[in-house]
């Protein structure tokens, strides 16, 4: 983190500010817990700072605290215009291109507030005014702490806002066993719980609030696993009959991908989810090692994220998606073998 960043964010937020911060579409857990504890430090701070998500964001998140406080721009845009009119300040979380948060990206490009990125995604866009963009750690949350260390601030982490940092590190890390985890980040999670963050009852609240329709998803995507042994591959689909079967509810395929990474020898885990348009397919892009998925959701599918870890989208069915991604695996051949 460059000294000068941080001088130019103190410098910003030395007089009282209007802040609006907005995480990523379909805000997870880093998403949420980044926004809400980064809003929590700014309102402890004399700033007025509220959180608007693009779109609803799953129930296993609905607890946050703050959670009450936010606003969404798909279902309540008139509300989220008005509270955006007023910003001094936009900062973004989570992310680093305005394509992210897809029409909220033009209010932003165009709005005349001062605007600051807090992420740790590759290859950031160009149009924050303040800019810290840490692709190294693991988890927004993790960076937000760092800023909030970097302003000479730790102090005032109270139980608020070291519940919401903890959430984004547990989510982002795998439960703290993904490479990006550092002897660092045990050292901050430690003082989380110091400030009183209950890491028993968050992991509750996120991984223990399962349904049986869940469940049953769950085993109609393991049913549809594919292996392709000789690229390491292995992927899921699930189109939308069958989530409509098992009864979909926003966030219910999260982590389904990482149980195909479980199979020894698969080095790339892909699942296909078909959108409730039809007109297209979500993937979700997992490797282990140094194969890049970010790479290949860039290249092929719209997309991006980690090198572990990545999003992108296909126009078309589910059938001419796993076309196109069994087509794109023989250039992939030597990377998946030697990763
Ligand atoms: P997930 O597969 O869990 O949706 O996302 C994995 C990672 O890839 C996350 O860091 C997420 O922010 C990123 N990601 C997911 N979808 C997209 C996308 O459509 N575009 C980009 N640039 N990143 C994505
Ligand atoms: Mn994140």
């Known amino acids: 983190m460059k000294l000068e960043t941080i001088k130019n964010l103190q410098q910003l937020l030395s007089t009282p500010k209007n802040v609006v911060i907005i995480p990523h579409k379909n805000p997870d857990g880093d998403a949420m817990g980044s926004s809400l504890g980064w809003m929590h430090f700014l309102n402890k701070n004399n700033h007025t700072a509220s959180v608007i998500v ?4 799953p129930k296993f998140l609905k607890w946050i605290p703050g959670d009450e406080t936010v606003i969404c721009f798909e279902t309540n845009e008139d509300q989220a215009l008005k509270r955006l ?7 973004t979380l989570d992310f680093n291109s305005l394509e992210r948060i897809e029409v909220l990206g033009e209010y932003v490009r165009n709005h005349a507030a001062t605007k600051i990125m807090i992420d740790h995604h590759r290859e950031p866009q160009d149009y924050a005014d303040i800019q810290f963009s ?3 750690i693991g988890s927004t949350c993790e960076l937000v702490y760092q800023i909030i260390e970097s302003l000479s601030a730790l102090e005032q982490i109270d139980n608020t806002i070291a519940t919401c940092i ?3 590190m547990l989510t982002d890390t795998g439960s703290f066993r993904f490479p990006s985890v550092t002897p660092k980040t045990h050292r901050i999670v430690a003082h989380l719980i110091e400030r009183g963050a209950n890491h028993a009852a968050i992991y509750n609240q996120i991984y223990n609030t399962s349904t049986m329709s869940r ?5 109609q995507a393991l049913s549809n696993l594919k292996i392709v042994p000789e690229y390491h591959t292995a992927f899921m689909t699930l189109s939308q009959e069958e989530l409509k079967k098992f009864d979909f ?3 219910d395929t999260e982590g389904f991908v990482n149980y195909a990474l479980t199979i020894e020898g698969i080095k790339l885990a892909i699942i296909m989810i078909e959108d409730k348009s039809e007109q297209y397919v979500k993937l979700s892009l997992r490797s282990s090692g140094s194969f890049s998925v970010n790479e290949m959701a860039k290249k092929h599918f719209h997309g991006g994220g980690h090198i572990n870890a990545a999003g992108g989208k296909h126009n078309g069915s589910i059938g001419e998606t796993v076309q196109k991604l069994t087509s794109l695996l023989p250039q992939y051949q030597q990377a998946l073998h030697t990763s």
């Open 54 to 57: 693009p779109n609803p964001y």
């Open 85 to 91: 009119e007023k910003a001094h300040v936009i900062c």
């Open 134 to 136: 840490e692709p190294e």
């Open 166 to 168: 903890y959430v984004g």
């Open 215 to 219: 469940l049953q998803l769950l085993g």
């Open 249 to 251: 509810q926003k966030g």
